[in-house]
């Protein structure tokens, strides 16, 4: 007899495993079914070297909610999160600014460039830290359904007006200007120097196919500012053991209540009869039957792959074939024999122990992304740089250190087309290693073993659609009640009993799991699983 699960859930990303976590928590039966050996989605760590365990897609840690944390008992299966509290900018010309030892530390390093800056740096941080606090609200609820007059959803966008009302106008008019300003211009309303302005506006492009000069990059800025551990607003970590550590606590959590867990069990389509998901079928051609189908696919995976445009509405396909993706980054993992020496800061030191951002000036940045609106990588990239061996010795045999490297800008779409990237991946990993050498003279010579990720990687290795982190950008009309389309922003999908819960819906991308513990409420309130 076939064994029927209230819920599958496609996909062991760490929303998916949130979802399933949640529903078992609940009293479900849940089935997650993975396509690679491992659990995580782009959360893994994995040995690509003997010895050196990189964090291969996402690196660091500051979106993953406290409640979540506290709910499945994360630290209970292995979580544990070592801060990572400064921010070190090496420039081209020599000098350099290094944030976060401490509030005196950080004002004089902040007055090499401007007194004015030191000055205003504290306020700006505040305001920030304000603005974070007044959207938690938002991002930690389902998005408003604005066409429902169900009681539920007027309530929700009741207590979301009391929200701006009670903000007062202030507040509201930074919001508007995080949405519409770009992050550039945002930050240039508060500091003079582009010493400080540039690396901080390197926040606002963070996978998306836009300019640190492009309109609604601020609120993008503002979504990475959200980073809360241990309830402490902008504060990023390293997971201990690298980001898989993440999603192995929280399957282990789901396993604790009930889960059952599959890898290696790739799925082929949802199996959908008379409009209504009944289950799955395997790539093998099992079939799997459940109440109710969850998908921690993106939305262009989701509907034109596992669903298929013949059983959805055209209106509906042409909305999520307009749901931009654009993969625009890519990521360079290091194997080293030695610490990095910069030149403007040679040896070891704090300034190693945090994460390092190379975005020398606005000019810098928005040159690197004229190479990707031509269709090639960028010769000189933004990059966000931490060395987690520093921290977690674990990770690197001892004496050796592991890097890992974030890449601004590698479009998925290059001149040549996508399918070009294989041939054209070293030639990016060099981009990449000649600019660090830039800054640190030796690097290269230290350089052991190199793994290198393109946006055509991220899609066939880690099943990210054009390679982008977020499952679609965080653009301004693809956000809130238009994720993934107008009318279909609260998990549902237009499929009877298919769900989605993953980075393409709402509040969207980094390690939050918000999406995932959001779909499994609104799963269980509506009866669903």
């Known amino acids: 007899m076939t064994r029927k699960y209230d819920a599958i859930i496609v996909g062991a990303g760490h929303n998916g495993l949130v979802c399933a976590a949640y529903l078992a928590k609940a009293g479900k039966k849940v089935l997650v079914l993975e396509r690679r050996h491992l659990v995580g989605g782009a959360a893994v760590s994995e040995q690509i070297f003997p010895g050196f365990t990189f964090s291969s897609c996402s690196y660091v840690v500051s979106l993953l909610r406290p409640k979540i944390i506290r709910d499945l008992e994360l630290t209970k299966h292995g979580l544990h999160i070592l801060p990572l509290e400064t921010t070190f900018n090496p420039y081209l010309d020599g000098t350099y600014l290094l944030r976060g030892v401490d509030a005196a530390s950080t004002r004089r390093e902040i007055s090499k460039f401007s007194k004015r800056d ?23 609820s389902p998005a408003p359904d604005l066409g429902s007059l169900k009681p539920s959803n007027l309530f929700e966008l009741l207590r979301m007006g009391r929200i701006l009302k009670d903000a007062g106008d202030d507040w509201v008019a930074a919001n508007l200007k995080m949405m519409t300003m770009s992050a550039a211009d945002f930050l240039s309303e508060w500091f003079e120097s582009e010493k400080l302005i540039a690396p901080m506006a390197a926040s606002g492009i963070i996978g998306t196919f836009l300019g640190v000069r492009s309109p609604g990059t601020a609120y993008v800025l503002l979504h990475h500012y959200m980073g809360e551990i241990d309830g402490s607003f902008r504060a990023w970590g390293l997971p201990k053991g690298g980001t898989g550590s993440i999603s192995n606590a929280i399957a282990a959590s789901a396993r604790a209540l009930g889960v059952e867990i599959r890898t290696e069990a790739p799925v082929k389509h949802v199996l959908i009869k008379n409009g209504e998901a009944k289950g799955v079928v395997l790539e093998n051609g099992d079939e799997l039957h459940a109440a109710a189908v969850v998908s921690g696919a993106d939305p262009h995976r989701t509907f034109l792959n596992l669903v298929g445009e013949k059983e959805l509405e055209p209106d509906f396909v042409t909305q999520i074939k307009r749901f931009r993706m654009r993969g625009s980054s890519g990521k360079v993992n290091l194997a080293l024999d030695r610490l990095p020496s910069f030149k403007c800061l040679p040896g070891a030191g704090l300034h190693l122990q945090g994460d390092i951002t190379v975005a020398p ?105 054009e390679g982008n982190i977020f499952h679609g950008e965080l653009s301004v009309e693809q956000l809130a009640f238009l994720r993934p389309a107008a009318g279909w922003a609260r998990y549902r999908t237009p499929v009877k009993k298919l769900w989605m819960c993953a980075a393409g819906t709402h509040p969207g991308g980094g390690i939050m799991g918000t999406p995932g513990a959001l779909c499994a409420s609104m799963m269980l309130s509506e009866g669903a699983a």
């Open 361 to 465: 000036g606005i000019d810098y940045l928005e040159r690197a992304y004229d190479d990707a609106k031509y269709g090639d990588f960028s010769k000189k990239p933004f990059m966000n740089i931490v060395l987690p061996s520093v921290t977690d010795p674990d990770v690197a045999p001892p004496g050796k250190h592991v890097m890992s490297v974030f890449v601004q800008y590698a479009p998925y779409h290059l001149k040549e087309g996508p399918d070009a990237w294989p041939s054209k991946r070293e030639a990016f990993g060099d981009a990449v290693c000649d600019v660090i050498e830039e800054l640190a003279p030796g690097f290269k010579s230290s350089i052991l073993h190199r793994h290198v990720l393109t946006p055509w990687d991220l899609e066939k290795t880690y099943g990210l659609t």
């Open 118 to 140: 030191a000055e205003v740096a504290p306020l700006f941080s505040q305001a920030m830290a304000e603005l974070s606090r007044l959207i938690k609200p938002i991002i930690d």
